[in-house]
């Protein structure tokens, strides 16, 4: 069974607004990673969150953790059309083997 | 440059005829996974490997075959492929930290399977 869920599915917005994606799993975990997939391609680490961080920083990204509600939020600011692509969260479980991926939120990015 | 690479990209094959899938990293990363990944169903892990001669099932092994003889290749073996497992296949590999690591996974381009 899928451990993350996302929401929401899919998501169109306007270059320079900003795109927010959440993201709930099911067990406790070490640390939540985002990922981002454009259509069809391998998928590519976006950053990565620790079960004992609240918020982190990567350029444009902002990832917030609440482990009370089990879910995460990627946040992406001043959109750009290039980053039209699905973004997945994923956890890693039973000591590190298993990894679960969310169903992915489609982030469109209209110019 | 640091890859994952997986061949082929492309294959189109008939029910029951075995086919391989391979896969390689040059960066000498123990942990190495496949996944599968089916529109509305996401990606799900079908086999993972920790180290050399370890590998354990994922969610969906039912159909696959692995194997890890060495630490560099991480085949996915179909025995008798069948329509079910059309789909496309994405192999990945990342360093083993003990303890929680940095689980950063790194991705091959995939390979697109189609099985008539």
């Known amino acids: 069974s899928q451990q993350g869920e996302e929401d929401p599915q899919a998501l169109s917005i306007q270059e320079g607004e900003n795109a927010t994606m959440n993201c709930s799993y099911k067990?406790?975990?070490?640390?939540l990673q985002w990922y981002r997939q454009n259509s069809g391609r391998g998928l590519v680490h976006l950053i990565l969150?620790?079960?004992?961080?609240r918020e982190k920083h990567s350029g444009r990204l902002r990832v917030t953790l609440d482990t009370s509600k089990k879910s995460s939020s990627l946040l992406i600011t001043a959109s750009r059309a290039a980053d039209t692509a699905s973004y997945f969260c994923?956890?890693?479980?039973?000591?590190?083997?298993?990894?679960?991926f969310g169903q992915g939120t489609e982030l469109s990015v209209k110019p | 440059e640091a890859q994952v690479t997986q061949n082929p990209r492309y294959l189109i094959t008939v029910t029951g005829k075995k086919l391989t899938v391979t896969c390689s990293q040059n960066?000498?990363?123990?942990?190495m996974s496949w996944y599968r990944q089916d529109p509305g169903l996401g990606l799900r892990q079908i086999y993972y490997?920790?180290?050399?001669?370890?590998?354990d099932k994922g969610d969906v092994p039912e159909g696959y075959k692995v194997s890890r003889k060495e630490k560099r290749n991480f085949p996915l073996i179909l025995e008798s492929p069948s329509p079910n497992q059309t789909s496309l296949y994405f192999c990945?590999?990342?360093?083993?930290?003990?303890?929680?690591?940095?689980?950063?996974?790194?991705f091959g381009p995939g390979t697109r399977l189609t099985v008539l």
């Open positions: 990945a590999s990342r360093p083993t930290r003990q303890g929680r690591g940095t689980d950063t996974q790194y």
């Open positions: 067990t406790s975990i070490n640390n």
């Open positions: 969150i620790r079960s004992n961080e």
């Open positions: 994923a956890t890693f479980y039973n000591q590190g083997g298993k990894l679960i």
């Open positions: 960066m000498n990363h123990e942990y």
């Open positions: 490997s920790m180290n050399v001669e370890v590998t």
